[in-house]
Structure formats: C-alpha cells, structure tokens
C-alpha cells in the first residue's frame, strides 16, 4: 500500500496531493518498520529521507538502513536542520562516510565544535584502511 501512495506522490498529478496527505498521516509505528526494514522499495525510502518529507522520528532507522542511498544522507546532511545534524552524526554511516561527514561539515548548523568529532572518525576510518584484511582477522 506505501509504495502505491509514495508511487502515486510522486509521479501521478492528479492523486499527488492526496497521497502526499495520507502519507503523512500514515501510523508511526508502521512507518518507522518500513523505514527500518532493508527490503523496503528505495523509492519510498527516498521519499521518508526527502527533507521535504522526513519525519524526525524515522531519521535515526534510516540512518542506518543500507537501502537508503548515501547521496540522499548527503542531501540531508548538507542543509538538514540541527536536530538533523546531531542524528547524522550520531550515525554509523556517518563514521564510514568521507563524503557524508563533508556534507556534515558544509552545514550551516554544524557547530565548530563538532569538527573534533569528524576528524576523530576520519582518523579512524585512515586507520582502518590502512590495516590491510589479513591482519585483521588474525
């Protein structure tokens, strides 16, 4: 039913205001297992991570949800609001992502003492890398 409505939202003129209200009083508890869930359509994650579209409470599930593409997490990261920022960073994409932490860095509402926690998790990822898969295992 989700991705008929986010379907409908997104490319049917005629229903699109109508879908874009039943989703957003869609239930809570059942957003947030879709939202969750990696084997939910990317379309309708797409549409629960849009700024336009993003609940706050669904932010952190899909954060971490793989499905959820990381150029979208860019997206929001870059002109997300500061409650926006603290769940980003609070993230586990966001310690493995270079690319989310600079979009994290570009935001306006990124406090300046928050840059000791990006290169924390940027020297972690450089010593990460720098482990070669041999040696971690052992």
């Given amino acids: 039913m989700i991705e008929i ?19 957003a009083g869609w239930d809570e ?9 990696p084997r939910s359509s990317a379309e309708v994650l797409e549409y629960m991570i849009s700024p336009h579209n993003l609940r706050p409470r669904l932010l952190a599930a899909l954060l971490e949800n793989p499905t959820v593409t990381a150029e979208s ?9 500061r409650e926006t920022v603290d ?3 609070k993230s586990k ?23 000791a926690a990006l290169e924390q998790m940027e020297a972690s990822n450089a010593e990460a890398a720098a482990v070669p898969p041999d040696s971690a295992a052992a």
């Fill in 29 to 37: 508890a059942s957003a947030l297992a879709v939202a969750a869930d």
């Fill in 87 to 89: 769940a980003i960073l």
């Fill in 73 to 81: 997490i860019i997206q929001l990261a870059t002109s997300g609001s």
């Fill in 93 to 115: 994409r966001c310690g493995q992502s270079p690319a989310i932490q600079n979009a994290l860095a570009s935001n306006p509402n990124f406090r300046a003492a928050e840059s």
């Fill in 5 to 23: 409505l986010v379907h409908l939202a997104n490319h049917n003129k005629i229903f699109s205001q109508q879908a874009k209200l039943t989703l």
